[in-house]
């Protein structure tokens, strides 16, 4: 049960953002092979001088429709990670118009001990999922 956040320059429309959502929703159920319910998803909108994203001098020119994705989750194999990053960028250029080059993808693992889904309890710890 991943959770993506997204940080991107204000500017997009409800339609844009519920895109964005949904893709990167599809290429997680796709990759990790969550439920389709498992969808928890936050945006954080910065003016444009909030948020520098800098290419780590790869040459990949950025815009103002760059987006950071900090995904929490639990342990994911290095294919999962693989096809997470392949079908998110293939899902955003699709359908939310994206360059490749402008989606930039931080994953943070975390344990089960790590999550409450509320009351709480740590229900992967009480074995409730």
């Known amino acids: ?17 519920l895109a964005l959502l949904d893709s990167a929703h599809a290429a997680m159920v796709q990759a990790f092979e969550v439920p389709l319910s498992d969808r928890y998803q936050c945006v954080t909108q910065h003016r444009p001088n909030e948020l520098v994203i800098h290419d780590t001098g790869l040459n990949l020119p950025r815009s103002n429709n760059v987006v950071l994705l900090t995904v929490v989750t639990r342990p994911r194999s290095d294919m999962q990670k693989r096809d ?9 250029q699709r359908d939310c118009g994206l360059r490749t080059e402008d989606v930039v993808i931080s994953l943070v693992e975390n344990k089960d001990a790590d999550w409450s889904f509320g009351l709480g309890e740590a229900q992967f710890l009480t074995g409730v999922l």
């Open 1 to 17: 049960m991943p959770l993506l956040k997204f940080d991107l320059i204000q500017g997009r429309d409800d339609e844009q953002l």
């Open 84 to 92: 997470f990053y392949r079908l998110l960028v293939a899902n955003l």
